[in-house]
């Protein structure tokens, strides 16, 4: 028999020797990246994908569109807040096979002044881009690392990587959900299911329509076009677009006193 | 002459019947989670390893996989994931390596194995009676299970068939833990086969899917010597090569070329065609005469996991097709070659697969009918133009197919490259699937590892003979595989 070509605490999927998955599940599923992902994947045709959101239009359109593209689509329900649905959620998911790579998509920006200010939106955003996310993160790896392949993307934040004031409350559940999927990536090692997250910078979508365009900015194609790559690249960790790395490793390191001047 | 006892055919041979009640009573088996992944080293897969020393651990590994079922596994020469399971248990049969016997006054001769014996191993003791495997494939590192499950071809397809073809009867244990002897059944539609002859058939290219083949009973062939008398010609182009293939082929046992898949222009699809038969004792050289069965396959060594990607690329590529290509003689009439030379250039050194880098490499094997020259051609075009280098390229004529269901190769032009791993080398691979199927043709799926489930139904319209044999011996689906889950077998 041939050695092992790695050694055993490298992971490796049923991604196939392409790169392409042949099931896809979103969680968050009517994401704009999340969706930007699934188009990409259905390029090749046959791709079983799992739609994990809310009920109601914009998960029926979605569902609609990809299979318009030849994907077969499985319809999921998801609410992140309701904690003790997430384990049928994840079952659900699961029902019809094997998960290649699994995209944990959903999140909510909210309103960055309301939500220090008032605590049910606060809690709210903590739920939903904290709480839920690691409930079903935990959930999600026990199903992935039984079937030993699979790529968890995590789709976080810059906001998480250095907290400004103008936003914390988001960028404080950012920063726990990317600590909380880089250390399960490193927990999944030498399970055979790998964990990638995604920092994209500001992106050009439904979350963030009506707010100004900031620098460095991306659209979700080109999230998805690298998280594809990045994938197949089997990367743990990416920037997206990638200068922002550099933009926040500087960020990260500048004094508070001087932090709180810059227009950010 | 006869240095193997002569046993009775069948399964008494070593092979303890277990009865689903005595599976309880088996100790467990140990195992270990590793990697593995196939040849082509891409895309690997965790598992849960079992060495396999007897019927009885089999038999043991059947009852404690949980829930991912079990794939049997040989020597790992499938390029895709044919032969891991991940999650679930993988059965590593190589320990089953005896040679049981050899029956030399039969016509024709005949060999019972275990199922993990290599090729390599069993020409090496069948030789000096003058018996030869009739079946060789592109390499001699594979067993006997392998070459059954993934029903392998080699150079004289056209006059011989598959390794299928070659098995008299084959000992299969099935998912109930008991061990079933099957026997090639004598007729010749899958209509007119009973049970036994269609899980004999169905497990003939089965992919190890319908349980985990324990031993063989294989027709042999004779020879007097150990070489072959070649004839080379170098062809100019595609339509040269396969115009000479079409018309010279038959007077041979043995054909294959190797073609150019990286120059373009007017020599795009020069190629050199090799074609040749058993050497007879008289056709010897005199020194070659004192030891003519000699088994001639030279080692160099095992290529070290130092390489890194894109060793193979546009320059070394090119050199080395030139090399090849010019080192052919234009002409050359009743050259002897020995087993390695003419057979398995390859595997004089041992690991070659690791030259491609971390990354690893698939391969493409495609089969398509003879009425469709002109989708065969194209594809050829498809790969030279598509800036993906393969060195190893090679052509040939099929014969007759066989009646496994899931069997590869079928009348016409079959071709395979290797290619590196490369961006949008999906879109390539993707692009000839559909070339492939719109002319009724198929890929292998011994070395495919990225198939989809859609076009395997439409490259193998037997697909339903499969599923309701394999449905009845293992309606649990507890033999899977990775390539089972992505093809949805």
Same mark, same amino acid.
């Given at each position: 028999?041939?050695?092992?070509?790695?050694?055993?605490?490298?992971?490796?999927?049923?991604?196939?020797?392409?790169?392409?998955?042949?099931?896809?599940?979103?969680? /968050?599923?009517?994401?704009?990246?999340?969706?930007?992902?699934?188009? +990409?994947?259905?390029?090749?045709?046959?791709?079983?994908?799992?739609?994990?959101?809310?009920?109601?239009?914009?998960?029926?359109?979605?569902?609609?569109?990809?299979? /318009?593209?030849?994907?077969?689509?499985?319809?999921?329900?998801?609410?992140?807040?309701?904690?003790?649905? @997430?384990?049928?959620?994840?079952?659900?998911?699961?029902?019809?096979?094997?998960?290649?790579?699994?995209?944990?998509?959903?999140?909510?920006?909210?309103?960055?002044?309301?939500?220090?200010?008032?605590?049910?939106?606060?809690?709210?955003?903590?739920?939903?881009?904290?709480?839920?996310?690691?409930?079903?993160?935990?959930?999600?790896?026990?199903?992935? +690392?039984?079937?030993? @392949?699979?790529?968890?993307?995590?789709?976080?934040?810059?906001?998480?990587?250095?907290?400004?004031?103008?936003?914390?409350?988001?960028?404080?559940? &950012?920063?726990?959900?990317?600590?909380?999927?880089?250390?399960?990536?490193?927990?999944?090692?030498?399970?055979?299911?790998?964990?990638?997250?995604?920092?994209?910078?500001?992106? &050009?979508? &439904?979350?963030?329509? /009506?707010?100004?365009?900031?620098?460095?900015?991306?659209?979700?194609?080109?999230?998805?076009?690298?998280?594809?790559?990045?994938?197949?690249?089997?990367?743990?960790?990416?920037?997206?677009?990638?200068?922002?790395?550099?933009?926040?490793?500087?960020?990260?390191?500048?004094?508070?006193?001087?932090?709180? &001047?810059?227009?950010? | 002459?006869?240095?193997?006892?002569?046993?009775?055919?069948?399964?008494?041979?070593?092979?303890?019947?277990?009865?689903?009640?005595? *599976?309880? $009573?088996?100790?467990?088996?140990?195992?270990?989670?590793?990697?593995?992944?196939?040849?082509?080293?891409?895309?690997?897969?965790?598992?849960?390893?079992?060495?396999?020393?007897?019927?009885?651990?089999?038999?043991?590994?059947?009852?404690?996989?949980?829930?991912?079922?079990?794939?049997?596994?040989?020597?790992?020469?499938?390029?895709?994931?044919?032969? $891991?399971?991940?999650?679930?248990?993988?059965?590593?049969?190589?320990?089953?390596?005896? *040679?049981?016997?050899?029956? %030399?006054?039969?016509?024709?001769?005949?060999?019972?194995? $275990?199922?993990?014996?290599?090729?390599?191993?069993?020409?090496?003791?069948?030789?000096?009676?003058?018996?030869?495997?009739?079946?060789?494939?592109? !390499?001699?590192?594979?067993? *006997?299970?392998?070459?059954?499950?993934?029903?392998?071809?080699?150079?004289?397809?056209?006059?011989?068939?598959?390794?299928?073809?070659?098995?008299?009867?084959?000992?299969?244990?099935?998912?109930?833990?008991?061990?079933?002897?099957?026997?090639?059944?004598?007729?010749?539609?899958?209509?007119?086969?009973?049970?036994?002859?269609?899980?004999?058939?169905?497990?003939?290219?089965?992919?190890?899917?319908?349980?985990?083949?324990?031993?063989?009973?294989?027709?042999?062939?004779? %020879?007097?010597?150990?070489?072959?008398? =070649?004839?080379?010609?170098?062809?100019?182009?595609?339509?040269?090569?396969?115009? #000479?293939?079409?018309?010279?082929?038959?007077?041979?046992?043995?054909? =294959?070329?190797?073609?150019?898949?990286?120059?373009?222009?007017?020599?795009?699809?020069?190629?050199?065609?090799?074609?040749?038969?058993?050497?007879?004792?008289?056709?010897?050289?005199?020194?070659?005469?004192?030891?003519?069965?000699?088994?001639?396959?030279?080692?160099?060594?095992?290529?070290?996991?130092?390489?890194?990607?894109?060793?193979?690329?546009?320059?070394?590529?090119?050199?080395?097709?030139?090399?090849?290509?010019?080192?052919?003689?234009?002409?050359?009439?009743?050259?002897?070659?020995?087993?390695?030379?003419?057979?398995?250039?390859?595997?004089?050194?041992?690991?070659?697969?690791?030259?491609?880098?971390?990354?690893?490499?698939?391969?493409?094997?495609?089969?398509?009918?003879?009425?469709?020259?002109?989708?065969?051609?194209?594809?050829?075009?498809?790969?030279?133009?598509?800036?993906?280098?393969?060195?190893?390229?090679?052509?040939?004529?099929?014969?007759?197919?066989?009646?496994?269901?899931?069997?590869?190769?079928?009348?016409?032009?079959?071709?395979?490259?290797?290619?590196?791993?490369?961006?949008?080398?999906?879109?390539?691979?993707?692009?000839?699937?559909?070339? =492939?199927?719109?002319?009724?043709?198929?890929?292998?799926?011994?070395?495919?590892?990225?198939? !989809?489930?859609? #076009?395997?139904?439409?490259?193998?319209? #037997?697909?339903?003979?499969?599923?309701? =044999?394999?449905?009845?011996?293992?309606?649990?689906?507890?033999?899977?595989?990775?390539?089972?889950?992505?093809?949805?077998?």
């Amino acid at each position: 028999m041939a050695p092992p070509r790695r050694p055993s605490d490298e992971s490796s999927s049923l991604i196939n020797a392409t790169g392409n998955p042949s099931s896809l599940l979103l969680l /968050g599923g009517t994401s704009d990246i999340a969706l930007a992902i699934a188009r +990409k994947y259905a390029r090749r045709g046959g791709l079983r994908v799992v739609l994990a959101a809310r009920p109601g239009e914009r998960r029926t359109a979605a569902a609609a569109e990809l299979s /318009g593209l030849g994907c077969r689509v499985a319809e999921v329900d998801l609410d992140a807040r309701d904690h003790a649905s @997430h384990a049928a959620t994840i079952e659900a998911a699961f029902a019809e096979g094997d998960i290649d790579v699994a995209v944990v998509a959903f999140g909510l920006l909210g309103d960055a002044e309301q939500a220090w200010q008032d605590a049910e939106h606060a809690l709210e955003l903590a739920e939903v881009n904290y709480a839920a996310p690691v409930h079903l993160g935990v959930l999600l790896a026990e199903r992935l +690392k039984a079937q030993a @392949h699979g790529v968890i993307v995590a789709l976080s934040s810059v906001a998480g990587e250095r907290v400004r004031r103008s936003n914390f409350v988001y960028g404080s559940t &950012k920063a726990g959900f990317d600590g909380f999927y880089l250390g399960l990536g490193e927990a999944l090692r030498g399970t055979g299911v790998r964990v990638l997250v995604v920092r994209p910078g500001f992106v &050009k979508s &439904k979350m963030t329509d /009506g707010l100004d365009e900031a620098p460095l900015a991306a659209t979700p194609e080109e999230v998805a076009d690298a998280t594809v790559d990045a994938v197949a690249a089997r990367r743990e960790l990416i920037w997206v677009p990638v200068p922002m790395r550099f933009v926040m490793s500087g960020l990260r390191h500048v004094p508070r006193p001087l932090f709180r &001047k810059l227009p950010l | 002459m006869n240095a193997f006892p002569a046993a009775p055919l069948g399964n008494d041979l070593d092979l303890p019947h277990i009865r689903p009640s005595e *599976i309880e $009573q088996q100790p467990p088996i140990p195992q270990r989670l590793v990697e593995i992944h196939g040849w082509g080293r891409a895309a690997g897969a965790m598992s849960h390893l079992h060495g396999i020393e007897s019927v009885a651990d089999a038999v043991s590994a059947l009852r404690s996989s949980a829930g991912r079922g079990v794939t049997p596994r040989g020597l790992g020469r499938s390029y895709g994931d044919a032969a $891991q399971n991940s999650g679930g248990a993988t059965l590593d049969l190589t320990h089953l390596d005896k *040679i049981l016997a050899v029956d %030399v006054a039969a016509e024709p001769a005949t060999v019972t194995v $275990q199922a993990g014996v290599s090729i390599d191993t069993l020409m090496k003791a069948l030789l000096p009676f003058g018996l030869w495997v009739p079946v060789l494939p592109g !390499t001699r590192q594979v067993t *006997i299970g392998g070459a059954i499950a993934a029903d392998v071809h080699g150079k004289n397809h056209h006059t011989q068939g598959s390794f299928g073809n070659h098995v008299r009867s084959l000992d299969l244990l099935t998912p109930d833990g008991s061990v079933r002897t099957l026997t090639r059944p004598a007729g010749g539609s899958w209509e007119g086969l009973d049970d036994d002859g269609r899980l004999f058939w169905t497990t003939i290219g089965g992919m190890g899917l319908t349980g985990a083949i324990v031993a063989a009973v294989v027709e042999l062939q004779r %020879v007097e010597t150990a070489y072959f008398t =070649v004839d080379t010609d170098r062809c100019s182009d595609i339509d040269d090569l396969m115009a #000479r293939m079409s018309e010279g082929d038959e007077d041979y046992n043995y054909s =294959v070329a190797w073609f150019d898949a990286v120059t373009r222009g007017k020599h795009m699809g020069r190629a050199v065609l090799t074609r040749g038969d058993k050497a007879r004792l008289s056709q010897l050289e005199p020194k070659q005469r004192r030891d003519p069965l000699k088994f001639a396959a030279p080692s160099f060594g095992t290529i070290p996991e130092v390489f890194p990607n894109r060793m193979v690329n546009k320059l070394t590529a090119k050199a080395f097709s030139e090399f090849w290509y010019r080192k052919a003689p234009q002409h050359r009439v009743g050259e002897l070659q020995n087993i390695t030379q003419f057979f398995h250039p390859l595997d004089i050194v041992a690991e070659w697969n690791r030259l491609y880098g971390p990354n690893g490499f698939l391969q493409y094997q495609f089969a398509v009918p003879f009425d469709e020259p002109e989708t065969f051609k194209r594809c050829f075009e498809m790969i030279v133009t598509s800036g993906h280098l393969s060195c190893l390229n090679v052509l040939k004529r099929f014969g007759p197919g066989n009646l496994s269901p899931l069997s590869f190769p079928m009348p016409g032009w079959t071709l395979t490259v290797d290619l590196p791993i490369e961006a949008g080398l999906d879109r390539l691979c993707d692009a000839l699937d559909e070339e =492939v199927v719109g002319a009724g043709g198929r890929v292998y799926l011994a070395k495919d590892s990225r198939l !989809t489930a859609q #076009r395997f139904r439409q490259m193998y319209p #037997r697909l339903d003979d499969f599923l309701s =044999v394999r449905n009845a011996v293992d309606p649990q689906h507890l033999f899977s595989s990775d390539l089972a889950r992505r093809l949805e077998i």
